[in-house]
T-cell receptor
Framework: QKEVEQDPGPLSVPEGAIVSLNCTYS??????FMWYRQYSRKGPELLMYTYSSGNKEDGRFTAQVDKSSKYISLFIRDSQPSDSATYLC??????????????FGTGTQLKVEL | DGGITQSPKYLFRKEGQNVTLSCEQN?????MYWYRQDPGQGLRLIYYSQIVNDFQKGDIAEGYSVSREKKESFPLTVTSAQKNPTAFYLCASSHPGLVYEQYFGPGTRLTVT
């Protein structure tokens, strides 16, 4: 079993839809939870990060972490064709606890259609 | 502009040859990382370095080597011992205490035939 599980998709939605992307994990030591966006043949770019449980909002994007369920989500409101990309979740422990590396999900491919 | 550069973008090699991938950053980050990305596998950590002249193996270090002689540079050598070297290679950097905030380069696609 992988430490981080992510549905690879592809996920296809109409423009303007609310998109929900999710990851589950098994390692209780994870404290930091990140979402990266990766366009085709490019390097990933950090969208958001959250420490421990809770919600974080940034424009059209909302990240949620439920540590009790070991489940994280990224919501995209009013999705646009420019949101079409692969979304990677990533997780890590605290630096003091040896969390000096990240574990990535496999990525979910999203396509927002006109 | 600050950022990470990787060169070349595409690289082709014959089986049995060593090849070195370049990674340079001008973000003044102490920590640098090398990942490999394969379809359906996500990013897997090859090596990372938190400071000059020091580096640690990641999850899939076999068949790879690195050096960290300068803060700005972290080259990766894919040796002939790497059984499946064809992949997309990504370099990243961060401040040492901010491992969750990694900045990635554009990647190098290596094809070995």
């Amino acid at each position: 079993q992988k430490e981080v599980e992510q549905d690879p998709g592809p996920l296809s939605v109409p423009e303007g839809a609310i998109v929900s992307l999710n990851c589950t994990y098994s390692n209780s030591a994870f404290q930091y939870f990140m979402w990266y966006r990766q366009y085709s043949r490019k390097g990933p770019e950090l969208l958001m990060y959250t420490y421990s449980s809770g919600n974080k909002e940034d424009g059209r994007f909302t990240a949620q972490v439920d540590k009790s369920s070991k489940y994280i989500s990224l919501f995209i409101r009013d999705s646009q064709p420019s949101d079409s990309a692969t979304y990677l979740c990533a997780m890590g422990g605290t630096p003091r606890g040896g969390g000096n590396k990240l574990t990535f999900g496999t990525g979910t491919q999203l396509k927002v259609e006109l | 502009d600050g950022g990470i550069t990787q060169s070349p973008k595409y690289l082709f090699r014959k089986e049995g040859q060593n090849v070195t991938l370049s990674c340079e950053q001008n973000l003044n980050h102490d920590a640098m990382y090398w990942y490999r990305q394969d379809p359906g596998q996500g990013l897997r950590l090859i090596y990372y370095s938190q400071i000059v002249n020091d580096f640690q193996k990641g999850d899939i270090a076999e068949g790879y080597s690195v050096s960290r002689e300068k803060k700005e540079s972290f080259p990766l050598t894919v040796t002939s011992a790497q059984k499946n070297p064809t992949a997309f290679y990504l370099c990243a950097s961060s401040h040492p205490g901010l491992v969750y905030e990694q900045y990635f380069g554009p990647g190098t696609r290596l094809t070995v035939t």
